[in-house]
């Protein structure tokens, strides 16, 4: 295997996991001015968030303590190895819970599920396991608290995400879904005085205020959330592709096409001024023509994807002669989440 070189660079201030880093600051040109010929700007954070690491783990512990098979409603992230590795170990991946047998353990996916999929599974006597991230939680718990005040809620997200199918159904009668700004024009609402905006939390920052603005000039007493419905992982992993986009030739990030967080950064690396950008889910994918006249690679892979993809990433950019790899830190992230209940330790305490 190819002799690689790790080099460790922040640049810009680490964050808390809580808020994204911003600041590029003059370290990046303090950085760029120590390079080989062929290196690979590896974004930190990447991979894995809190959310997605909860949800995967609630499959892997089900399995263990309750057998297969588990039934798993949807993907429980939207990354193909992660749901075939977790379907070789005995879980089974349905669209609905009426295609699980009365009585069996399903769990949700991390995307969140409407009151409509918790009452079909009621009804069929299953057992559940609910995975949703609790980020998603908090903007299901805003959609009720706002739609019991009697506000019409502007969702920004993309039509047909799971995500967004279950923070509508919470409230299907005073949500509208606003895809992209384009959208705005044909929202209608009661009471201009009474309008709140959501969003989808694996969005585009800088899509998803860009949308705000156009709702704004059209409601101007358009409410705000009481906090931002982006989660911190998806800023911060933009926030470290718009660091070093400007730098690189090519941008690989390592996700699923159908991992919303994924395609965006593949967007916001190409915004951000990366000459090209592609999104793979394995490093068989990557196309050696891709490589050609390139002298720098950003690497940087979506919250659903373990750090194993990255790897192989590397290890055949390597094979390419891009030995070097140099880290962009923009942010430490240290939050976690507790496993759903029904997974954690009996309380033995008296």
């Keep these: 295997m190819p002799h690689r070189t790790d080099v460790h660079h922040q640049w810009g201030?680490?964050?808390?996991?809580?808020?994204?880093?911003?600041?590029?600051?003059?370290?990046?040109?303090?950085?760029?001015?120590?390079?080989s010929a062929k290196r690979v700007l590896l974004a930190e954070p990447r991979g894995y968030c809190a959310g997605v690491d909860r949800a995967v783990e609630t499959v892997e512990r089900a399995l263990e303590t309750q057998g297969a098979p588990v039934y798993v409603r949807k993907e429980i992230v939207h990354n193909r190895h992660v749901v075939q590795t977790l379907s070789e170990r005995g879980a089974v991946f349905v669209d609905e819970t009426d295609e699980v047998p009365e009585g069996e353990l399903v769990v949700f996916s991390a995307h969140g599920v409407s009151p409509a999929v918790h009452a079909g599974a009621a009804e069929r006597h299953l057992r559940t396991i609910d995975a949703t991230c609790p980020l998603v939680s908090k903007v299901h718990q805003e959609a009720k608290r706002f739609a019991r005040s009697d506000y019409d809620i502007l969702l920004i997200g993309h039509e047909g995400h799971e995500e967004v199918e279950g923070t509508a159904g919470e409230a299907p009668d005073r949500i509208q879904l606003v895809d992209?700004?384009?959208?705005?024009?044909?929202?209608?609402?009661?009471?201009?005085?009474?309008?709140?905006?959501?969003s989808q939390t694996t969005l585009s920052v800088d899509e998803t205020m860009a949308t705000v603005r156009r709702l704004r000039e059209r409601f101007p007493q358009l409410?705000?959330?009481?906090?931002?419905?982006?989660?911190?992982?998806?800023?911060?992993?933009?926030?470290?592709?718009?660091a070093m986009a400007p730098h690189c030739d090519l941008v690989i990030v390592v996700g699923s096409?159908?991992?919303?967080?994924?395609?965006?950064?593949?967007?916001?690396?190409?915004?951000?001024?990366?000459?090209?950008?592609?999104?793979?889910?394995?490093?068989?994918?990557i196309d050696p023509a891709w490589l050609d006249g390139v002298t720098t690679v950003g690497v940087t892979s979506g919250a659903s994807v373990p750090e194993v993809l990255v790897r192989g990433v590397l290890d055949r950019l390597a094979e390419h002669e891009f030995e070097t790899v140099e880290a962009v830190t923009t942010a430490n992230e240290t939050i976690t989440f507790a496993l759903p209940r029904e997974l954690r330790p009996a309380n033995t305490a008296s």
């Design 223 to 242: 409410a705000d959330p009481p906090s931002d419905d982006i989660c911190y992982a998806t800023q911060n992993r933009q926030v470290a592709v718009k």
């Design 257 to 285: 096409q159908n991992s919303s967080n994924s395609v965006r950064l593949v967007e916001v690396a190409l915004q951000a001024g990366a000459t090209a950008s592609h999104l793979v889910d394995y490093a068989r994918d």
């Design 13 to 35: 201030p680490a964050a808390d996991a809580d808020a994204p880093s911003g600041s590029e600051s003059g370290t990046v040109a303090r950085t760029l001015r120590c390079m």
């Design 180 to 198: 992209g700004p384009d959208a705005v024009d044909d929202v209608q609402v009661r009471d201009e005085s009474k309008v709140i905006w959501l």
